[in-house]
């Protein structure tokens, strides 16, 4: 079999894809929830978002690995729609007036009253974040094709993990952790992210290879190429 001339990823509207699309988004919406906590192990501080973010990561890279830039471009905007949706839904119940048996209006102001602020930061981190990480991990398969995926993972992971983390961090936390404590978050947060997807990348390889050979539209079965300018 002759070598393939360019990179190939198997059509969008095929196979598992409406599947890894919805855990993706799943994994957006609960993260974002999760992140209104700050987790404080000794002197490491982080939030609850860190349970299952970096798996988003790894969702994405799938996406792009298997479908390409355009379908992982669409899991990102269809996200970014659910978020903004859940922002404004947590919103309009915040200023709703509450029933008169109702007592907890300042608990639940205390804790999802401060969603609007980590669900910006969110989906301005997550959107930059992943296009990057999309972007790079697409770029870098047009020069090693079907071979070296652990370059592709490492690299597009670094990229938009790094963006992710600073924008999140910034828009979120700035002026609420100062000094120390928002440089340890910042770097606690970049290496966490790495480090999860280095040590499930055998997994991400294995889901790779799992999905490919689920999609009878994949590279290997005569699919259609994918560019980012397309």
Not at 152 to 168: H, I, N, Q
Request: aromatic content about 14%.
């Amino acid at each position: 079999m002759s070598r393939p001339i360019n990179a190939q990823y198997a059509l969008r509207g095929s196979g598992n894809y409406d599947v890894i699309l919805a855990l993706f988004v799943a994994i957006l919406l609960i993260s974002n929830i999760g992140a209104t906590k700050l987790i404080a192990f000794g002197p490491i501080i982080t939030d609850g978002g860190a349970y299952l973010f970096p798996l988003a990561y790894v969702i994405g890279d799938i996406l792009s690995e298997v479908y390409g830039f355009k379908a992982a471009r669409r899991a990102v905007m269809i996200g970014f729609g659910v978020l903004v949706l859940a922002v404004v839904v947590f919103w309009l119940v915040q200023i709703s007036p509450p029933a008169a048996d109702y007592h907890h209006q300042k608990a639940y102001e205390a804790v999802v009253g401060f969603v609007p602020r980590l669900a910006l930061a969110g989906i301005c981190g997550y959107f930059v974040g992943q296009l990057l990480n999309s972007y790079v991990l697409v770029r870098l398969k047009e020069r090693t094709l079907e071979k070296k995926l652990w370059v592709r993972l490492l690299g597009s992971t670094g990229v938009g993990e790094l963006a992710d983390t600073l924008v999140f961090c910034t828009i979120a936390f700035y002026g609420v952790l100062t000094g120390w404590n928002f440089l340890n978050y910042v770097v606690v947060g970049y290496v966490y992210k790495c480090a999860v997807e280095i040590i499930v990348m055998p997994i991400t390889y294995q889901v790779c290879k799992f999905v490919k050979r689920r999609e009878p539209t994949y590279a290997a079965r005569g699919s259609e190429t994918d560019t980012i300018a397309a």
